[in-house]
């Protein structure tokens, strides 16, 4: 007997899984990071919404508690550049962080969303959309350092697969690239990043507007 393609489905049922995909647009506080799971590699994705309050930060998205420590490093790191942003002296004591990984339903954890939480903050406070053909993975330090990182093949793997042809990884990690099949690899483009100025660098675009945008009269806005 014969299966076609179209008869797949029929046998087997709807798919369980669905296929990662790159963002659509170039987006203001959306980063596209890169996940090791046990099944292989995935993407994730991080949102990050600065609304009026009282400076707290607020993580949502089922996070475990490493994790939720980096969310914590990346906005220390990020305050530390709110001159070179151009934030006003008081912007992190009026202004509530929210913080959300979709796909809630499933545990998150690890250090290396790390730069992608920070790229996902600098961008909301800059008003500098991040690209959506680039991805990145990285541990993040108070001084800004970026980390080395497991399960790179798994994560180049997961890029590829959402159609992500910019790769941003730890300097530290260039090494491992050679375990990588090179039918793997091929025509992709690899940023080496020893600081997270570098990723920065690699993946936010031009700035969109020369003011913060005014969050919306009253309440929180969840992202």
Sequence with gaps: MR????????????????RDEALRTDQIGTATGLAWTAVGGDVL?????????????????QLGDVMKESAHAALTFARSRADALGLPA????THDIHVHVPEGAIPKDGPSAGVTMATAM?????????RRDVAMTGEITLRGDVLPIGG?????LAARRAGIRTI??????????????????????FVFA??????LS???????????????????KTA
């Design 122 to 130: 600098i961008s909301a406070f800059g008003q500098r959309p991040v």
């Design 90 to 93: 008081d912007y992190f004591e």
């Design 168 to 189: 941003v990884i730890p300097k530290a990690n260039a090494r491992d690239l050679t375990e990588i099949p090179k039918s793997l690899s091929k025509d992709l483009r």
């Design 3 to 18: 299966v076609t393609p179209k008869q797949v489905r029929v046998f087997l049922g709807n798919p369980r899984f669905q």
């Design 194 to 199: 020893a600081r997270v100025d570098e990723v």
């Design 152 to 156: 790179l093949k798994e994560k180049v």
């Design 202 to 220: 690699a993946a936010l675009g031009p700035v969109r507007a020369l003011k913060l945008a005014k969050p919306p009269e009253g309440g929180k």
């Design 45 to 61: 994705i991080v949102e990050a919404r600065a609304v009026r309050g009282k400076g707290r930060l607020q993580l949502t998205g």
